[in-house]
């Protein structure tokens, strides 16, 4: 690879202490690096940390222990809030559950994070409009999202996520709430975006088709990380 | 702007409309009460004031110093003088005693005079006096003389017409001044009629109007003789200025209940809105957002939902008024003073401060909302703990309360009264949800629906309180509004006198009394009258009496003094007793208030002087005297016999069924006696309470929608695990029919506790209500110990399961969804 590095993890240990105060561990000593354009798969059985991990990644969390670096930023010293600045306009998000806006239409849940990052209405209108009709829903602008099927609501999400041009894009098992077909196709639009944008994209998912997709896959087992064998696209 | 337009978004969504509908009831109630009580109080001051002819009265012996006059004008005062004293009133061979008054320009200050053109017309409100040269005659004058509008009538030495016929004097009624027939003549014609001469019983009269009244009141009665007196709104016409005092109380008292019941709304609606938008926050946060700027995000989107809402709440409140008021303006004999722009600036305050006092802990939560929240579900979001939550909300409400009442002492109380009442519901609350657990073996129904109850203690302690605050809340206010009205209405019955009879000599009683029974009217007992001064208290003068404060105006002057062998019916001892039939002369008994400025005690010796000859009497018992029952009163009543030396006439009032017409035959069979109709003013009277009577029923209603709000909010905060409760007890076979049993019985019984413990509550805060600030006195009303449970249950049982429809009524496939959600 020779595109560079904008995501690297040195030795994370993570976990949690529960109501007894026993310290129940989920990540032990976890690297990994990630450089620009690649799709990375984080797979792993449930309740192996694979959430945790992409929280710790993404710098919505951080780890107890190691470093993580996303685009030259040491996350792990910074505050919260110096994170969430960091991750503006730079870092996309894509979730099982969509978490769409209900009360906003599909124009606006898609004009929101150019709006929280101070773009004029009118430029967030336009972006946003073009996002959509990118993602295939050029007709469903004014649409909120119960009016829109889970295909629809997952295609405005992914247009929210890539609408700020971000460097890495995270997506939290982004087709494990629609049916086959409908995942196939999300699956088919976020590859085709990644590529289009050079956007980096990691994903987290159960499901081995859209894992083996990716360019690299790690394996998530007991809080250890393995890489598996490169798949191709 | 993001948060104007999330704002806009959500309000289009319907996502705030609970919100905004608790936000726009909170603040037009307060700011209709706020005018209501800021216009009709002002516009009621100045009908009372009417009463009086002005805002304040200066009586004396002689005209009030110039230099007097010349400050009350220097302060923006108007002011004019009237003067009174008996004279006769002639016409062919017929004399009279009348009540001259003589009036300058600009009399009365305030109200108006009717005036008719004919013995027989109808009395039409006037501004004028009458000209130089005429007068104007009451119809008694025009009885007794017979005469008509275009008569000519002596005066002393002048010769006035008879220019219209006096109907309706707003500042004659009650005084016991001017007790004869009135003949009004104007100031110019004074000095040519040579009325006054040196020794003449004259009385002056200054009248005063204006916004600094009560300045120069404070400034001037300090410096005023032993021959002066001063009268305002409250001391001059008592029967008015108590029920002024007790509804604006009582407005308050019910626009801050509303504030409260809405603040709860507010404070579980808003709950249900951060808990809707944890997920947005976690969200914006993952945009980028710092935790200081979501929650500006939300703080300002709340804020302008404030703003919107509170205006449109003050432009509600400035419009119901405009049609409450127009609909009761006919009771008004002056026009209405126009509504100034503080209550709709209170208005504004109220919503501010209602959001932010109740709905910031809901700002603290998604403020402290973790970013990590979007992808894990579980992920705890902290709020603010209970004290903070009721801390704010408490604080709240104290700014409200000392904004409306401003009053320190009131504002404490009603928020003690909270905190104490809230604890005591959620500890009592806690324990009865415990006890009525066992209801569960009633069937599947009532098992689901205790089960609501009894899992999530803090949930069912919240809607608890909720209910009960909203119950005690109307039933307190209703409670209050039945008591003041009756009060009002024990006040002034049907049957209260309507005309004062004096100067009946002992002569003359047992024929008037026999006149009285002829007539159908009803009158109270023959009181003689003797004028004394009070002179001494158990042997020292009253100047070295050790008292509360300077000696009362009261006793500065001579006093009517009588003796009685029955007690008043609207007097009470209230220390001692009342005399018996074997008591002998030389026993007294005092009026409370005055008693306790004198400091005299049961036992004391008084010692007074009628004319040269002195009397003393001992203090047997202190009486409470109800001033405002239109019935004869009197500071001291005297054992019988005690004043039978002296030289007397009676006293009484009386209810004439047909006072117009039988004052007349009153008057040609006992002409000697002075008959004062009060029946024009007992009319003003009834009129003025009539309209607090409607003010304080209409706001009734805010409450009422404050109540509702509070119960639905609390059920739509409760929604969203309702319906994921009905779909996976439906998924499992569970029928519509067990569904709505089980919300039956949960809300029955949730209603059933709600209104225990709002009788107990009531039995508190009602005691302290009455006593200590409406002055009423408290009765435990069992029908509330019984009634408010059942009707409670029903009520809220009723709206509980309507508003919880929703989960019921969703399509199987729906609730699937939310099941797995």
């Known amino acids: ?233 | 702007m993001l948060s104007l337009r999330l704002l806009i978004r959500e309000l289009r969504a319907g996502q705030l409309t609970l919100l905004a509908l608790a936000l726009v009831v909170a603040v037009a109630a307060m700011t209709s009460t706020a005018v209501l009580t800021n216009r009709i109080d002002r516009a009621m001051v100045q009908d009372a004031s009417a009463l009086l002819g002005g805002d304040l009265v200066i009586r004396g012996d002689r005209p009030l110093s110039e230099r007097w006059i010349t400050e009350g004008q220097a302060l923006g005062l108007e002011t004019t003088e009237t003067i009174e004293f008996p004279s006769i009133v002639g016409f062919d061979d017929r004399f009279e005693l009348a009540a001259i008054k003589v009036v300058t320009e600009g009399y009365p200050l305030r109200g108006r005079l009717d005036v008719a053109a004919a013995r027989a017309g109808q009395g039409i409100p006037t501004n004028a006096i009458p000209v130089r040269g005429t007068a104007w005659v009451d119809p008694s004058l025009a009885s007794q003389l017979n005469v008509d509008v275009g008569d000519n009538v002596s005066v002393g030495e002048s010769t006035l017409r008879i220019s219209g016929i006096l109907v309706f004097e707003p500042d004659r009624g009650g005084s016991f001044v001017s007790l004869s027939p009135r003949l009004m003549m104007n100031r110019l014609d004074l000095n040519a009629s040579n009325l006054v001469q040196e020794g003449s019983r004259i009385r002056y009269y200054q009248l005063f109007a204006g916004e600094a009244a009560d300045r120069f009141r404070a400034r001037i009665t300090p410096e005023l003789d032993i021959s002066q007196r001063v009268r305002g709104l409250v001391d001059g016409r008592p029967e008015v200025g108590s029920a002024l005092t007790k509804a604006t109380q009582y407005l308050t008292l019910a626009g801050l209940l509303t504030v409260m019941l809405s603040g709860a709304a507010i404070a579980l609606t808003a709950r249900r809105w951060a808990e809707d938008h944890i997920v947005d926050s976690a969200l914006f946060r993952t945009f980028g957002l710092s935790s200081g700027a979501v929650a500006r995000v939300f703080a300002l989107e709340l804020l302008s939902l404030a703003l919107v809402a509170s205006a449109v709440g003050v432009l509600i409140g400035y419009g119901i008024q405009i049609v409450l008021v127009d609909t009761v303006a006919s009771f008004l004999t002056v026009s209405l003073p126009a509504p100034n722009a503080e209550p709709a600036l209170l208005g504004l305050a109220t919503g501010l401060v209602t959001t932010f006092g109740f709905a910031t802990p809901a700002l603290i939560q998604l403020h402290k909302v973790p970013p990590i929240r979007i992808l894990k579900r579980d992920y705890p979001t902290a709020g603010p703990g209970r004290i903070v939550t009721y801390g704010l909300a408490l604080a709240g409400l104290g700014c409200l309360s000392l904004l409306y009442t401003r009053d320190l002492p009131l504002t404490a109380l009603v928020l003690v009264a909270v905190a104490v009442l809230v604890a005591m519901i959620l500890i009592i609350g806690r324990v009865a949800i415990r006890i009525v657990g066992p209801l569960e073996r009633l069937g599947p129904a009532w098992r689901f629906g205790m089960q609501q109850l009894i899992r999530d203690p803090g949930t069912s302690g919240g809607q608890l309180i909720a209910f009960s605050l909203t119950v005690l809340a109307v039933t307190m206010v209703a409670m209050i509004r039945l008591d003041l009205v009756a009060t009002w209405e024990d006040q002034l019955p049907k049957d209260a006198p309507n005309t004062f009879a004096l100067n009946i000599t002992k002569a003359d009683a047992p024929g008037f009394a026999a006149l009285l029974t002829e007539l159908g009217a009803e009158s109270a007992p023959l009181y003689p009258i003797v004028r004394g001064r009070l002179e001494t208290i158990n042997g020292t003068v009253l100047a070295a009496h050790p008292m509360e404060d300077e000696i009362p105006g009261s006793v500065r002057r001579e006093l009517s003094l009588t003796e009685a062998s029955e007690q008043g019916r609207d007097n009470r001892i209230v220390d001692g007793r009342w005399f018996t039939g074997d008591d002998e002369s030389g026993l007294v008994t005092v009026e409370a208030e005055l008693a306790r400025e004198l400091n005299i005690r049961l036992g004391d010796q008084l010692a007074f002087l009628v004319g040269p000859d002195p009397v003393t009497a001992t203090v047997v018992g202190i009486r409470s005297v109800q001033w405002d029952s239109m019935l004869p009163n009197f500071f001291m009543i005297f054992s019988p016999g005690t004043l039978d030396r002296f030289e007397s006439t009676l006293l009484t009032s009386l209810n004439l069924p047909d006072p117009v017409a039988q004052t007349t035959a009153v008057a040609r069979a006992f002409p000697s006696v002075t008959l004062l109709s009060i029946d024009a003013v007992l009319n003003q009277v009834r009129g003025i309470l009539a309209k607090v009577t409607e003010a304080v029923s209409f706001v009734l209603w805010f409450v009422l929608a404050g109540g509702l709000l509070v119960l639905m909010a609390s059920i739509q905060t409760s929604l969203p695990i309702r319906k994921k409760e009905a779909a996976i007890l439906r998924s499992l076979g569970g029928s519509d029919r067990l569904l709505s049993q089980s919300q039956w019985a949960e809300f029955l019984v949730l209603g059933a506790l709600a209104g225990l413990l709002a009788a107990i509550a009531s039995e508190l805060l009602g005691r302290v209500l009455y006593t200590q600030i409406l002055n009423l006195e408290w009765s435990t009303f069992w029908s509330v110990w019984i009634g408010l449970p059942l009707v409670s249950a029903l009520m809220i049982g009723t709206i509980g399961r309507w508003s919880a429809r929703e989960a019921r009524q969703l399509p199987p496939a729906h609730l699937l969804k939310i099941a797995e959600s």
Do not use: Y
């Open chain 1, 1 to 233: 690879m020779t595109n560079a590095q904008v995501l690297s993890v040195s030795s994370v240990s993570h976990g949690f202490v529960d109501q007894d105060g026993q310290h129940l561990p989920i990540l032990r000593d976890v690297s990994l690096q990630i450089n620009q354009g690649d799709s990375v798969a984080i797979v792993g059985p449930s309740g192996a940390g694979k959430s945790t991990l992409l929280a710790l990644l993404a710098g919505l969390d951080v780890p107890n222990q190691g470093e993580i670096r996303l685009l030259d930023q040491s996350f792990s010293t910074l505050s919260e809030d110096a994170r969430a600045k960091a991750r503006q306009g730079s870092v996309g998000f894509v979730f099982q559950s969509f978490q769409l806006l209900p009360g906003l239409t599909a124009l606006e849940n898609v004009m929101l994070p150019l709006e929280l990052a101070g773009v004029s209405v009118k430029l967030a209108k336009q972006r946003a409009a073009d996002w959509l009709t990118r993602v295939g829903l050029g007709a469903r602008l004014r649409h909120r999202p119960r009016m829109l099927s889970g295909g629809e609501q997952q295609r405005t999400a992914v247009a929210r996520a890539f609408v700020t041009d971000p460097a890495l894009l995270f997506a939290d098992e982004p087709t494990g709430n629609l049916d086959r077909r409908t995942g196939e196709s999300i699956s088919d639009l976020l590859f085709q975006l990644n590529q289009d944008t050079g956007a980096t994209l990691v994903l987290v998912t159960h499901d081995e088709r859209l894992a083996s997709r990716c360019d690299r896959i790690f394996t998530l087992d007991e809080g250890q990380l393995q890489e598996s064998t490169p798949c191709s696209v």
